[in-house]
């Protein structure tokens, strides 16, 4: 199956795609000199393909790619983001990194 990311800033989401069809998505709220990651969302018919981590890493690298430090308030990010310090603790804004890392 093919998978595809994609912002949609309209909706203020990015999106995952599998086969053209929509899996899930992560909102955002884009502010001035960061971005904050709101809530994460995997239809369930695709729920357990591992799309969730594939969204939460896309997202994480966009941020970096576009120098934009991270707020992740959705619960799945934050975890994605504990799971993976070594790749992905830098991007959270330096206020919030104990917090992220403790719980």
Same mark, same amino acid.
């Given at each position: 199956?093919?998978?595809?990311?994609?912002?949609?800033?309209?909706?203020?989401?990015?999106?995952?795609?599998?086969?053209?069809? *929509?899996?899930?998505f992560v909102t955002y709220a884009l502010h001035e000199h960061y971005?904050?990651f709101i809530h994460t969302e995997i239809e369930p018919a695709y729920?357990?393909?591992?799309?969730?981590?594939?969204?939460?890493?896309?997202?994480?690298?966009?941020?970096?790619?576009?120098?934009?430090?991270?707020?992740?308030?959705?619960?799945?990010?934050?975890e994605y983001i504990r799971r993976h310090p070594d790749d992905y603790?830098? *991007?959270?804004?330096?206020?919030?990194?104990?917090?992220?890392?403790?719980?």
């Amino acid at each position: 199956m093919p998978v595809e990311v994609k912002d949609n800033p309209q909706e203020s989401r990015y999106e995952i795609r599998t086969d053209g069809e *929509l899996a899930g998505f992560v909102t955002y709220a884009l502010h001035e000199h960061y971005i904050t990651f709101i809530h994460t969302e995997i239809e369930p018919a695709y729920e357990g393909e591992g799309l969730g981590s594939q969204l939460a890493r896309a997202v994480l690298d966009d941020a970096r790619r576009r120098g934009l430090p991270v707020v992740p308030m959705c619960p799945f990010v934050a975890e994605y983001i504990r799971r993976h310090p070594d790749d992905y603790l830098d *991007l959270v804004r330096s206020d919030l990194k104990d917090k992220v890392m403790n719980g």
